[in-house]
Protein backbone atom coordinates (compact mmCIF):
# COMPACT_ATOMS: atom_id res chain seq x y z
CA UNK A 1 0.00 0.00 0.00
CA UNK A 2 2.59 2.38 0.59
CA UNK A 3 4.64 1.66 -2.70
CA UNK A 4 1.04 2.19 -4.26
CA UNK A 5 0.79 5.54 -2.48
CA UNK A 6 4.15 6.62 -3.26
CA UNK A 7 2.84 6.08 -7.10
CA UNK A 8 -0.29 8.00 -6.86
CA UNK A 9 1.74 10.16 -5.22
CA UNK A 10 4.48 10.78 -7.78
CA UNK A 11 2.06 10.71 -10.53
CA UNK A 12 -0.19 13.45 -9.30
CA UNK A 13 3.05 15.69 -8.83
CA UNK A 14 4.54 14.84 -12.69
CA UNK A 15 1.01 15.52 -14.20
CA UNK A 16 1.05 18.63 -11.97
CA UNK A 17 4.27 19.86 -12.82
CA UNK A 18 3.43 19.34 -16.51
CA UNK A 19 0.97 21.31 -16.69
CA UNK A 20 3.09 24.38 -14.98
CA UNK A 21 5.59 23.49 -17.07
CA UNK A 22 6.95 25.74 -20.37
CA UNK A 23 5.30 25.04 -23.21
CA UNK A 24 8.37 23.36 -24.86
CA UNK A 25 8.23 20.82 -21.95
CA UNK A 26 4.38 20.44 -22.67
CA UNK A 27 5.64 18.63 -26.26
CA UNK A 28 6.78 15.45 -23.78
CA UNK A 29 4.92 13.24 -24.35
CA UNK A 30 4.80 13.50 -28.53
CA UNK A 31 8.73 13.73 -27.97
CA UNK A 32 9.02 9.92 -25.54
CA UNK A 33 6.02 8.58 -28.59
CA UNK A 34 8.79 9.70 -30.98
CA UNK A 35 11.51 7.99 -29.35
CA UNK A 36 13.69 5.07 -30.74
CA UNK A 37 11.89 5.64 -34.30
CA UNK A 38 13.76 5.85 -37.44
CA UNK A 39 13.92 9.12 -39.36
CA UNK A 40 14.98 9.42 -42.63
CA UNK A 41 13.77 12.34 -43.42
CA UNK A 42 17.14 14.48 -44.54
CA UNK A 43 16.87 18.37 -45.04
CA UNK A 44 13.81 18.06 -46.64
CA UNK A 45 14.35 14.53 -48.74
CA UNK A 46 12.27 11.68 -47.69
CA UNK A 47 15.11 8.65 -47.85
CA UNK A 48 13.06 5.56 -48.01
CA UNK A 49 13.56 1.87 -49.12
CA UNK A 50 12.22 -0.77 -51.27
CA UNK A 51 11.84 -4.30 -48.99
CA UNK A 52 13.10 -6.27 -51.96
CA UNK A 53 16.68 -5.20 -50.28
CA UNK A 54 16.01 -7.26 -47.64
CA UNK A 55 15.49 -10.38 -49.85
CA UNK A 56 18.18 -12.37 -48.63
CA UNK A 57 17.65 -12.59 -45.38
CA UNK A 58 15.59 -15.86 -44.02
CA UNK A 59 12.87 -14.35 -42.38
CA UNK A 60 10.23 -12.45 -45.17
CA UNK A 61 7.25 -11.84 -42.78
CA UNK A 62 5.44 -8.38 -42.67
CA UNK A 63 7.01 -8.42 -38.68
CA UNK A 64 10.50 -9.72 -39.56
CA UNK A 65 10.36 -7.20 -42.65
CA UNK A 66 9.47 -3.77 -40.14
CA UNK A 67 12.40 -5.06 -37.75
CA UNK A 68 14.76 -4.55 -40.78
CA UNK A 69 13.55 -1.13 -42.23
CA UNK A 70 13.93 0.02 -38.31
CA UNK A 71 16.85 -1.52 -37.48
CA UNK A 72 17.94 0.30 -40.81
CA UNK A 73 16.76 3.62 -39.30
CA UNK A 74 14.43 3.90 -42.28
CA UNK A 75 11.11 5.81 -41.89
CA UNK A 76 9.16 5.51 -45.15
CA UNK A 77 8.98 2.56 -47.48
CA UNK A 78 7.98 0.93 -50.80
CA UNK A 79 7.00 -2.14 -49.76
CA UNK A 80 6.92 -5.60 -52.22
CA UNK A 81 3.47 -7.24 -52.01
CA UNK A 82 4.26 -10.58 -50.41
CA UNK A 83 4.75 -9.24 -46.42
CA UNK A 84 1.58 -8.00 -46.24
CA UNK A 85 -0.27 -10.60 -48.45
CA UNK A 86 1.00 -13.47 -46.30
CA UNK A 87 0.22 -11.78 -43.38
CA UNK A 88 -3.30 -11.36 -44.39
CA UNK A 89 -3.58 -15.23 -44.97
CA UNK A 90 -2.25 -15.51 -48.80
CA UNK A 91 -1.24 -19.55 -49.56
CA UNK A 92 2.58 -20.25 -49.90
CA UNK A 93 3.90 -19.90 -52.79
CA UNK A 94 6.42 -23.36 -54.35
CA UNK A 95 8.53 -21.16 -56.05
CA UNK A 96 12.39 -20.60 -55.54
CA UNK A 97 11.63 -16.41 -55.30
CA UNK A 98 15.69 -16.23 -55.34
CA UNK A 99 16.65 -18.26 -57.92
CA UNK A 100 13.83 -16.95 -60.35
CA UNK A 101 14.90 -13.11 -58.87
CA UNK A 102 18.73 -13.94 -60.21
CA UNK A 103 17.98 -15.64 -63.53
CA UNK A 104 15.66 -12.80 -64.39
CA UNK A 105 17.91 -10.76 -63.20
CA UNK A 106 20.36 -12.35 -65.51
CA UNK A 107 18.24 -12.69 -68.68
CA UNK A 108 17.25 -8.88 -68.59
CA UNK A 109 20.82 -7.44 -68.09
CA UNK A 110 21.32 -9.17 -71.51
CA UNK A 111 23.61 -12.19 -70.19
CA UNK A 112 23.53 -15.39 -71.72
CA UNK A 113 21.23 -18.51 -69.85
CA UNK A 114 22.94 -21.93 -70.27
CA UNK A 115 20.39 -24.43 -71.61
CA UNK A 116 20.25 -25.66 -68.20
CA UNK A 117 19.06 -22.17 -66.85
CA UNK A 118 16.84 -21.56 -69.47
CA UNK A 119 14.95 -24.60 -68.66
CA UNK A 120 14.51 -23.71 -64.90
CA UNK A 121 13.50 -20.56 -65.56
CA UNK A 122 10.54 -21.86 -68.15
CA UNK A 123 9.77 -24.80 -65.03
CA UNK A 124 9.60 -21.73 -62.42
CA UNK A 125 7.30 -19.69 -64.75
CA UNK A 126 5.11 -21.99 -65.67
CA UNK A 127 4.97 -23.30 -61.51
CA UNK A 128 4.41 -19.28 -61.24
CA UNK A 129 1.53 -19.35 -63.81
CA UNK A 130 -0.32 -22.09 -61.71
CA UNK A 131 0.52 -20.45 -58.59
CA UNK A 132 -0.98 -16.95 -59.69
CA UNK A 133 -4.35 -18.45 -60.19
CA UNK A 134 -4.32 -19.64 -56.77
CA UNK A 135 -3.33 -16.38 -55.71
CA UNK A 136 -6.23 -14.77 -57.74
CA UNK A 137 -8.63 -17.09 -55.97
CA UNK A 138 -7.50 -15.95 -52.32
CA UNK A 139 -7.44 -12.34 -53.33
CA UNK A 140 -11.36 -12.20 -54.35
CA UNK A 141 -12.08 -12.87 -51.24
CA UNK A 142 -9.56 -10.98 -49.05
CA UNK A 143 -10.46 -9.44 -45.99
CA UNK A 144 -8.67 -5.90 -45.81
CA UNK A 145 -8.61 -5.73 -42.42
CA UNK A 146 -5.49 -7.38 -41.82
CA UNK A 147 -4.16 -4.34 -44.22
CA UNK A 148 -5.70 -2.17 -41.54
CA UNK A 149 -3.06 -4.22 -39.03
CA UNK A 150 -0.15 -3.48 -41.21
CA UNK A 151 -0.41 -0.03 -41.28
CA UNK A 152 -0.88 0.52 -37.73
CA UNK A 153 2.02 -1.87 -36.86
CA UNK A 154 4.20 0.18 -39.69
CA UNK A 155 2.68 3.43 -38.04
CA UNK A 156 2.98 2.58 -34.93
CA UNK A 157 7.03 1.70 -35.36
CA UNK A 158 7.39 5.19 -36.88
CA UNK A 159 7.23 3.65 -41.02
CA UNK A 160 5.34 5.06 -43.47
CA UNK A 161 4.15 3.07 -46.52
CA UNK A 162 4.14 5.46 -49.57
CA UNK A 163 4.19 3.17 -52.40
CA UNK A 164 2.83 -0.89 -52.94
CA UNK A 165 4.46 -3.44 -54.90
CA UNK A 166 2.16 -6.73 -55.23
CA UNK A 167 2.26 -8.77 -58.72
CA UNK A 168 -0.96 -7.82 -59.20
CA UNK A 169 -1.41 -5.54 -62.17
CA UNK A 170 0.31 -7.56 -65.04
CA UNK A 171 -1.12 -8.13 -68.41
CA UNK A 172 -1.99 -11.46 -66.92
CA UNK A 173 -3.80 -10.24 -63.74
CA UNK A 174 -7.59 -9.87 -64.28
CA UNK A 175 -9.16 -6.78 -63.39
CA UNK A 176 -10.33 -7.94 -59.89
CA UNK A 177 -7.05 -8.11 -59.09
CA UNK A 178 -5.99 -4.79 -60.02
CA UNK A 179 -8.82 -3.33 -58.22
CA UNK A 180 -7.87 -5.16 -55.36
CA UNK A 181 -4.13 -4.52 -55.56
CA UNK A 182 -4.97 -0.76 -55.27
CA UNK A 183 -7.69 -0.87 -52.83
CA UNK A 184 -4.77 -2.94 -50.45
CA UNK A 185 -2.48 0.06 -51.65
CA UNK A 186 -4.57 2.23 -50.16
CA UNK A 187 -5.45 1.02 -47.33
CA UNK A 188 -1.98 0.28 -46.34
CA UNK A 189 -1.31 4.44 -46.56
CA UNK A 190 0.32 4.64 -50.16
CA UNK A 191 -0.09 7.37 -52.43
CA UNK A 192 0.79 4.82 -55.34
CA UNK A 193 1.57 1.57 -56.52
CA UNK A 194 4.43 0.52 -58.50
CA UNK A 195 5.45 -2.14 -61.41
CA UNK A 196 7.65 -3.07 -64.30
CA UNK A 197 6.54 -1.19 -66.78
CA UNK A 198 4.25 -3.50 -69.10
CA UNK A 199 5.33 -2.03 -72.36
CA UNK A 200 1.77 -2.69 -73.71
CA UNK A 201 0.38 1.03 -74.42
CA UNK A 202 -3.10 -0.43 -73.93
CA UNK A 203 -2.03 -1.91 -70.14
CA UNK A 204 -1.00 1.61 -69.37
CA UNK A 205 -3.56 3.31 -70.52
CA UNK A 206 -6.07 0.37 -68.38
CA UNK A 207 -4.38 1.11 -65.27
CA UNK A 208 -4.37 4.66 -65.38
CA UNK A 209 -8.14 5.07 -66.03
CA UNK A 210 -8.59 2.39 -63.26
CA UNK A 211 -6.40 4.22 -61.00
CA UNK A 212 -8.72 7.43 -61.48
CA UNK A 213 -11.49 5.35 -60.76
CA UNK A 214 -9.78 3.84 -57.37
CA UNK A 215 -8.27 6.98 -56.42
CA UNK A 216 -4.57 5.18 -56.44
CA UNK A 217 -1.47 6.74 -58.56
CA UNK A 218 1.06 4.13 -60.92
CA UNK A 219 4.57 4.65 -60.69
CA UNK A 220 5.88 2.28 -63.90
CA UNK A 221 9.41 1.19 -63.26
CA UNK A 222 11.78 0.52 -65.60
CA UNK A 223 15.16 -1.23 -66.11
CA UNK A 224 17.98 -0.74 -68.87
CA UNK A 225 15.25 0.05 -71.23
CA UNK A 226 14.41 3.76 -69.98
CA UNK A 227 15.18 6.52 -72.14
CA UNK A 228 14.48 10.25 -71.43
CA UNK A 229 10.68 9.69 -73.34
CA UNK A 230 10.05 6.17 -72.08
CA UNK A 231 7.30 7.46 -69.97
CA UNK A 232 5.62 9.74 -72.64
CA UNK A 233 3.12 8.01 -73.62
CA UNK A 234 1.72 6.70 -70.08
CA UNK A 235 1.98 10.06 -68.66
CA UNK A 236 -0.44 11.48 -71.43
CA UNK A 237 -3.13 8.66 -70.71
CA UNK A 238 -4.05 9.66 -67.47
CA UNK A 239 -2.74 12.19 -64.84
CA UNK A 240 -2.57 8.81 -62.33
CA UNK A 241 0.22 7.65 -64.50
CA UNK A 242 3.73 8.39 -63.20
CA UNK A 243 7.53 7.64 -62.85
CA UNK A 244 8.68 4.51 -60.71
CA UNK A 245 12.45 6.20 -61.87
CA UNK A 246 15.35 4.18 -61.52
CA UNK A 247 18.91 6.00 -61.06
CA UNK A 248 21.32 3.13 -61.54
CA UNK A 249 20.07 1.45 -64.22
CA UNK A 250 19.48 4.75 -66.16
CA UNK A 251 23.35 5.07 -66.00
CA UNK A 252 23.82 1.37 -67.06
CA UNK A 253 21.87 1.77 -70.16
CA UNK A 254 24.57 4.29 -71.17
CA UNK A 255 22.16 7.88 -70.43
CA UNK A 256 24.15 11.08 -69.76
CA UNK A 257 20.99 13.26 -69.47
CA UNK A 258 19.59 12.00 -65.92
CA UNK A 259 19.34 15.58 -64.66
CA UNK A 260 17.01 17.19 -67.40
CA UNK A 261 14.92 13.65 -67.05
CA UNK A 262 14.31 14.66 -63.02
CA UNK A 263 13.88 18.35 -63.75
CA UNK A 264 11.47 17.87 -66.80
CA UNK A 265 9.13 14.87 -64.72
CA UNK A 266 9.61 15.64 -61.56
CA UNK A 267 6.01 16.74 -60.92
CA UNK A 268 5.20 13.06 -62.35
CA UNK A 269 7.56 11.03 -60.43
CA UNK A 270 5.80 9.13 -57.69
CA UNK A 271 8.98 7.65 -56.29
CA UNK A 272 12.61 7.48 -57.56
CA UNK A 273 14.87 4.40 -56.92
CA UNK A 274 18.24 4.93 -56.17
CA UNK A 275 21.73 2.64 -56.69
CA UNK A 276 25.35 2.61 -57.45
CA UNK A 277 25.67 1.25 -60.89
CA UNK A 278 28.43 1.86 -63.78
CA UNK A 279 28.50 3.17 -67.49
CA UNK A 280 28.49 0.60 -70.14
CA UNK A 281 31.81 1.34 -71.12
CA UNK A 282 33.16 0.37 -67.28
CA UNK A 283 31.07 -2.82 -67.21
CA UNK A 284 27.49 -1.77 -65.57
CA UNK A 285 28.45 -3.16 -62.06
CA UNK A 286 26.03 -2.66 -59.41
CA UNK A 287 28.42 -1.78 -56.73
CA UNK A 288 29.27 -0.25 -53.36
CA UNK A 289 27.36 2.99 -53.23
CA UNK A 290 30.26 6.03 -54.29
CA UNK A 291 32.23 3.75 -56.15
CA UNK A 292 30.18 3.97 -59.26
CA UNK A 293 28.92 5.89 -61.72
CA UNK A 294 25.62 7.19 -60.60
CA UNK A 295 25.40 10.99 -59.48
CA UNK A 296 23.65 10.09 -56.34
CA UNK A 297 24.93 12.78 -54.62
CA UNK A 298 24.43 15.55 -57.09
CA UNK A 299 20.85 13.80 -57.24
CA UNK A 300 20.25 14.02 -53.98
CA UNK A 301 21.04 17.58 -53.46
CA UNK A 302 19.31 18.85 -56.40
CA UNK A 303 15.79 17.19 -54.67
CA UNK A 304 16.53 19.04 -51.65
CA UNK A 305 17.69 22.30 -53.25
CA UNK A 306 13.76 22.15 -55.82
CA UNK A 307 11.97 20.60 -52.47
CA UNK A 308 11.18 17.67 -54.51
CA UNK A 309 8.79 16.07 -52.54
CA UNK A 310 9.01 12.56 -53.97
CA UNK A 311 10.99 9.70 -51.75
CA UNK A 312 14.02 8.69 -52.96
CA UNK A 313 14.09 4.84 -52.45
CA UNK A 314 17.19 2.96 -51.78
CA UNK A 315 17.23 -0.29 -53.49
CA UNK A 316 20.23 -2.63 -52.16
CA UNK A 317 21.20 -4.48 -55.30
CA UNK A 318 24.64 -4.99 -55.13
CA UNK A 319 26.70 -8.26 -53.65
CA UNK A 320 26.03 -7.96 -49.48
CA UNK A 321 29.74 -8.91 -48.37
CA UNK A 322 30.18 -12.09 -46.73
CA UNK A 323 30.93 -10.27 -43.26
CA UNK A 324 28.11 -8.16 -43.47
CA UNK A 325 23.63 -8.35 -44.20
CA UNK A 326 20.99 -6.74 -45.55
CA UNK A 327 20.36 -4.46 -42.94
CA UNK A 328 24.05 -3.36 -42.11
CA UNK A 329 24.52 -2.38 -46.04
CA UNK A 330 21.04 -0.53 -46.03
CA UNK A 331 22.30 1.25 -42.95
CA UNK A 332 25.94 2.17 -45.38
CA UNK A 333 23.27 3.71 -47.98
CA UNK A 334 21.49 5.56 -45.52
CA UNK A 335 24.96 7.07 -44.07
CA UNK A 336 25.70 7.84 -47.49
CA UNK A 337 22.61 10.10 -48.01
CA UNK A 338 23.42 11.47 -44.61
CA UNK A 339 26.78 12.96 -45.91
CA UNK A 340 25.67 13.92 -49.29
CA UNK A 341 22.75 15.86 -48.03
CA UNK A 342 24.52 17.60 -45.04
Known sequence: MKNRREFLKTSILSATG?????????????IINSFNKPNSLINGVQIGCITYSYRSLPDQSAEATLQYIVDSGVSAVELMGEPVEYFAGM???????????????????GETLTSEEQAELAEIRKEAEAYGKVVAEWRAKTDFKKFEQVKKMYKDAGVNIYAFKPSAFGTNNTDAEIAYGMKAAKVLGATHVTLEHPDNDAHTLKLGKMGEQNK?????????????????TAIQQSNRNGLNFDTGHYVAAGHTDMMELIKKQHARIFSMHIKDRQTPANGKGNLPWGTGDTPLGEVLRMMRDNKYKFPATIELEYQVPESSDAVKEVQKCLEFCRKALA
Open 216 to 232: MSIGYHGHEQQTFTFWD
Open 91 to 109: PASPINRMRMFQLGGKQRR
Open 18 to 30: LAMAPSWLQGAPA
